[in-house]
């Protein structure tokens, strides 16, 4: 086999390839803009149990000791005065939880992976932000082979 006839195999099996990878591309495509919010609600569930999981099982640092101790304290109006030098949501939201949640590990970190998946749902508001990503590169991975 001369070396044109092997190079011309090479680009039919790499035109094949890119074939599937398109058509493979094009399912993702039709999955995700007939369940988009499935995909979203799915995904941000699982970063959320991940972080929390995570979060869980790491020691606290020293800002969250710190954010832990403001957040003992009895009362909001004690977490406002003696907080006085930073903003104090977000040991307001941790004195809150306090009650609730029984570990103070997650109790200290539960706002920030519940904050971060409300974001990542708040970008999934774009009906049309995860699948244009893939007609973006679709069209312009078609545009270099034609």
């Known amino acids: 086999m001369h070396y044109a006839e092997r190079s011309d195999v090479s680009s039919v099996a790499t ?16 999955f995700l803009e007939a369940n988009f919010w499935a995909c979203a609600v799915i995904f941000t569930g699982l970063l959320l149990a991940a972080r929390i999981a995570q979060d869980a099982h790491t020691k606290l640092l020293a800002d969250e ?7 003992r304290l009895p009362t909001v109006k004690d977490v406002i005065a ?7 949501f977000y040991p307001i939201v941790v004195h809150s ?14 706002a920030a992976p519940c904050s971060s998946a409300c974001c990542c749902f708040a970008a999934a508001g774009s009906r049309h932000s ?6 973006c590169w679709r069209s312009t991975h078609a545009a270099r082979t034609h």
């Open 15 to 30: 035109r094949a390839g890119q074939t599937g990878l398109y058509r493979l591309i094009g399912r993702v495509d039709t």
């Open 65 to 71: 000791l710190y954010t832990l101790y403001v957040a």
């Open 82 to 88: 003696l907080n006085n030098a930073s903003p104090p």
């Open 97 to 110: 939880l306090l009650p609730i949640i029984h570990g103070d590990a997650i109790a200290a970190r539960l």
């Open 130 to 135: 995860m699948p244009s990503v893939f007609r």
